[in-house]
Protein backbone atom coordinates (compact mmCIF):
# COMPACT_ATOMS: atom_id res chain seq x y z
CA UNK A 1 0.00 0.00 0.00
CA UNK A 2 1.15 3.27 -0.82
CA UNK A 3 1.79 5.69 1.58
CA UNK A 4 2.97 8.27 -0.43
CA UNK A 5 1.68 8.83 -4.16
CA UNK A 6 2.39 11.17 -7.09
CA UNK A 7 -0.95 10.23 -9.38
CA UNK A 8 1.00 11.92 -12.30
CA UNK A 9 3.64 10.19 -13.64
CA UNK A 10 4.32 12.89 -15.89
CA UNK A 11 4.00 16.48 -16.36
CA UNK A 12 4.80 18.99 -19.72
CA UNK A 13 4.71 22.75 -19.52
CA UNK A 14 6.07 25.58 -20.98
CA UNK A 15 9.19 27.87 -20.13
CA UNK A 16 8.41 30.64 -18.19
CA UNK A 17 4.85 29.10 -16.88
CA UNK A 18 4.26 27.70 -13.94
CA UNK A 19 4.43 23.77 -12.97
CA UNK A 20 2.56 22.54 -10.45
CA UNK A 21 3.27 19.09 -9.34
CA UNK A 22 1.13 16.65 -6.81
CA UNK A 23 1.54 14.92 -3.98
CA UNK A 24 -0.70 12.78 -1.80
CA UNK A 25 -0.28 10.57 1.72
CA UNK A 26 -2.05 8.71 3.68
CA UNK A 27 -0.29 8.22 7.06
CA UNK A 28 -1.37 10.60 9.74
CA UNK A 29 1.94 10.55 11.64
CA UNK A 30 4.19 12.15 8.72
CA UNK A 31 4.90 15.48 9.70
CA UNK A 32 7.67 16.08 7.67
CA UNK A 33 7.80 16.06 3.72
CA UNK A 34 10.72 17.03 0.87
CA UNK A 35 10.53 17.08 -2.29
CA UNK A 36 14.18 15.58 -4.12
CA UNK A 37 14.88 15.94 -7.92
CA UNK A 38 16.64 13.81 -10.15
CA UNK A 39 18.05 13.89 -13.33
CA UNK A 40 18.99 10.90 -15.13
CA UNK A 41 22.46 9.07 -14.00
CA UNK A 42 22.26 10.81 -10.94
CA UNK A 43 20.68 10.56 -7.72
CA UNK A 44 18.18 12.60 -5.99
CA UNK A 45 19.36 15.49 -4.76
CA UNK A 46 16.92 17.55 -2.18
CA UNK A 47 15.16 20.93 -3.15
CA UNK A 48 12.78 21.60 -0.43
CA UNK A 49 11.26 20.80 2.67
CA UNK A 50 8.51 21.40 4.67
CA UNK A 51 7.39 20.84 8.47
CA UNK A 52 3.49 20.70 9.21
CA UNK A 53 3.70 23.20 11.72
CA UNK A 54 3.69 25.00 8.23
CA UNK A 55 1.39 25.04 5.40
CA UNK A 56 4.28 27.31 2.99
CA UNK A 57 7.39 26.91 2.62
CA UNK A 58 9.60 29.11 0.35
CA UNK A 59 12.81 29.34 -1.51
CA UNK A 60 13.67 31.49 -4.89
CA UNK A 61 11.20 29.51 -7.83
CA UNK A 62 9.95 26.89 -5.65
CA UNK A 63 7.35 27.16 -3.08
CA UNK A 64 5.89 23.67 -1.20
CA UNK A 65 2.27 23.98 -0.11
CA UNK A 66 1.25 21.61 2.50
CA UNK A 67 -2.67 20.91 3.16
CA UNK A 68 -2.54 18.69 6.17
CA UNK A 69 -6.49 18.14 6.40
CA UNK A 70 -6.34 17.08 2.82
CA UNK A 71 -3.04 15.09 3.42
CA UNK A 72 -1.87 17.10 0.11
CA UNK A 73 1.39 18.77 -0.30
CA UNK A 74 1.79 20.37 -4.00
CA UNK A 75 5.43 21.95 -5.30
CA UNK A 76 4.96 25.13 -7.39
CA UNK A 77 8.13 26.36 -9.53
CA UNK A 78 7.68 29.63 -11.24
CA UNK A 79 8.90 30.44 -13.74
CA UNK A 80 9.71 26.97 -15.04
CA UNK A 81 13.00 26.82 -17.01
CA UNK A 82 14.24 23.78 -18.95
CA UNK A 83 17.40 23.05 -16.34
CA UNK A 84 14.38 21.88 -13.71
CA UNK A 85 13.13 19.07 -16.21
CA UNK A 86 14.03 16.51 -14.12
CA UNK A 87 11.87 13.73 -11.81
CA UNK A 88 10.68 15.09 -8.78
CA UNK A 89 9.97 12.68 -5.71
CA UNK A 90 8.26 13.63 -2.67
CA UNK A 91 8.83 12.18 0.48
CA UNK A 92 7.21 11.84 3.82
CA UNK A 93 8.68 10.89 7.05
CA UNK A 94 7.36 11.29 10.93
CA UNK A 95 8.32 10.34 14.24
CA UNK A 96 5.05 9.43 15.07
CA UNK A 97 5.28 5.97 12.70
CA UNK A 98 9.26 5.65 10.61
CA UNK A 99 11.47 8.59 10.67
CA UNK A 100 12.88 6.84 7.72
CA UNK A 101 11.26 9.12 4.56
CA UNK A 102 8.75 7.01 2.45
CA UNK A 103 8.96 8.07 -1.18
CA UNK A 104 6.51 8.70 -3.93
CA UNK A 105 7.39 7.17 -7.35
CA UNK A 106 7.81 10.62 -8.60
CA UNK A 107 7.10 12.93 -11.52
CA UNK A 108 8.86 13.05 -14.47
CA UNK A 109 8.64 17.00 -15.41
CA UNK A 110 9.42 18.21 -18.91
CA UNK A 111 9.66 21.92 -18.83
CA UNK A 112 10.16 23.26 -23.29
CA UNK A 113 11.41 26.26 -24.44
CA UNK B 1 28.22 16.20 -7.00
CA UNK B 2 26.41 15.22 -3.00
CA UNK B 3 29.53 13.95 -1.54
CA UNK B 4 28.47 10.13 -1.56
CA UNK B 5 30.10 8.45 -3.70
CA UNK B 6 29.01 4.56 -4.84
CA UNK B 7 30.88 2.13 -6.55
CA UNK B 8 30.09 0.20 -9.05
CA UNK B 9 28.27 1.94 -11.12
CA UNK B 10 27.33 -0.79 -13.28
CA UNK B 11 27.39 -4.38 -12.06
CA UNK B 12 26.22 -7.54 -14.96
CA UNK B 13 25.52 -10.56 -13.23
CA UNK B 14 23.96 -13.89 -13.01
CA UNK B 15 21.06 -15.50 -11.53
CA UNK B 16 22.30 -17.34 -8.10
CA UNK B 17 25.83 -15.02 -7.75
CA UNK B 18 26.24 -12.55 -4.75
CA UNK B 19 27.81 -9.17 -4.99
CA UNK B 20 28.88 -6.20 -3.02
CA UNK B 21 27.88 -2.60 -3.24
CA UNK B 22 30.21 -0.02 -1.71
CA UNK B 23 29.50 3.31 -0.66
CA UNK B 24 31.26 6.58 1.07
CA UNK B 25 28.88 8.59 2.21
CA UNK B 26 29.68 12.43 3.11
CA UNK B 27 32.94 13.49 4.61
CA UNK B 28 31.43 13.99 8.43
CA UNK B 29 27.86 12.04 7.97
CA UNK B 30 27.60 9.39 10.72
CA UNK B 31 24.15 7.67 8.81
CA UNK B 32 23.83 5.80 5.61
CA UNK B 33 20.53 4.32 4.07
CA UNK B 34 20.29 2.11 1.30
CA UNK B 35 17.66 2.38 -1.51
CA UNK B 36 16.26 0.51 -4.02
CA UNK B 37 14.28 1.58 -7.18
CA UNK B 38 13.05 -0.48 -9.76
CA UNK B 39 11.54 0.54 -12.93
CA UNK B 40 9.05 2.63 -12.29
CA UNK B 41 8.94 2.26 -8.84
CA UNK B 42 9.75 4.73 -5.63
CA UNK B 43 12.61 4.85 -3.74
CA UNK B 44 12.07 1.43 -1.44
CA UNK B 45 14.17 2.01 1.65
CA UNK B 46 16.46 -0.90 2.71
CA UNK B 47 18.54 -0.42 5.62
CA UNK B 48 19.80 2.53 7.99
CA UNK B 49 23.53 2.38 9.73
CA UNK B 50 24.22 5.27 11.95
CA UNK B 51 27.70 4.84 13.37
CA UNK B 52 28.57 1.75 12.58
CA UNK B 53 25.25 0.42 14.24
CA UNK B 54 22.02 -1.23 12.42
CA UNK B 55 19.49 2.02 13.33
CA UNK B 56 16.37 0.85 11.05
CA UNK B 57 15.20 -1.66 8.63
CA UNK B 58 12.35 -1.33 5.56
CA UNK B 59 12.10 -3.72 3.45
CA UNK B 60 15.18 -5.61 3.03
CA UNK B 61 15.26 -9.24 1.96
CA UNK B 62 16.98 -11.81 4.17
CA UNK B 63 19.12 -12.42 1.25
CA UNK B 64 20.38 -8.66 1.43
CA UNK B 65 22.27 -7.40 4.04
CA UNK B 66 24.91 -4.70 5.05
CA UNK B 67 27.58 -3.29 7.40
CA UNK B 68 28.67 -0.23 8.31
CA UNK B 69 32.80 -0.15 8.58
CA UNK B 70 34.35 2.32 11.31
CA UNK B 71 35.63 4.19 8.71
CA UNK B 72 31.83 4.76 7.81
CA UNK B 73 31.41 3.69 5.03
CA UNK B 74 29.27 1.13 3.69
CA UNK B 75 28.71 -2.30 1.97
CA UNK B 76 25.34 -3.82 0.95
CA UNK B 77 25.55 -7.65 0.37
CA UNK B 78 23.17 -9.08 -2.23
CA UNK B 79 22.77 -13.17 -2.75
CA UNK B 80 21.83 -15.47 -4.31
CA UNK B 81 20.30 -12.71 -7.07
CA UNK B 82 17.01 -13.42 -8.93
CA UNK B 83 16.27 -11.52 -11.93
CA UNK B 84 14.00 -9.01 -10.46
CA UNK B 85 16.71 -8.18 -7.87
CA UNK B 86 17.58 -5.81 -11.10
CA UNK B 87 17.64 -2.30 -9.89
CA UNK B 88 19.10 1.07 -9.24
CA UNK B 89 20.53 1.11 -5.91
CA UNK B 90 21.45 4.09 -4.03
CA UNK B 91 22.95 5.24 -1.06
CA UNK B 92 22.40 8.33 1.18
CA UNK B 93 24.70 9.67 3.63
CA UNK B 94 22.66 12.82 6.58
CA UNK B 95 24.93 13.91 9.55
CA UNK B 96 21.93 12.37 11.78
CA UNK B 97 19.94 9.38 12.34
CA UNK B 98 16.78 11.38 12.37
CA UNK B 99 14.11 12.15 9.80
CA UNK B 100 14.25 16.20 10.01
CA UNK B 101 17.27 16.37 7.88
CA UNK B 102 17.53 16.07 4.02
CA UNK B 103 19.70 13.28 2.40
CA UNK B 104 22.59 13.66 0.36
CA UNK B 105 22.21 10.20 -2.65
CA UNK B 106 25.27 8.79 -4.45
CA UNK B 107 24.97 8.41 -8.11
CA UNK B 108 23.79 4.99 -7.72
CA UNK B 109 24.62 1.72 -8.57
CA UNK B 110 22.83 0.23 -11.56
CA UNK B 111 22.40 -3.80 -11.44
CA UNK B 112 21.33 -6.11 -13.84
CA UNK B 113 20.72 -10.15 -13.76
CA UNK B 114 20.59 -11.93 -16.28
Known amino acids: DQQVKQNSPSLSVQEGRISILNCDYT??????FLWYKKYPAEGPTFLIS?????DKNEDGRFTVFLNKSAKHLSLHIVPSQPGDSAVYFC????????????FGRGTSLIVHP | DSGVTQTPKHLITATGQRVTLRCSPRSGDLSVYWYQQSLDQGLQFLIQ???????AKGNILERFSAQQFPDLHSELNLSSLELGDSALYFC?????????????FGPGTRLTVL
Open chain 1, 50 to 54: ISSIK
Open chain 2, 92 to 104: ASSDTGTAYNEQF
Open chain 1, 27 to 32: NSMFDY
Open chain 2, 49 to 55: YYNGEER
Open chain 1, 91 to 102: AASGSGGSYIPT
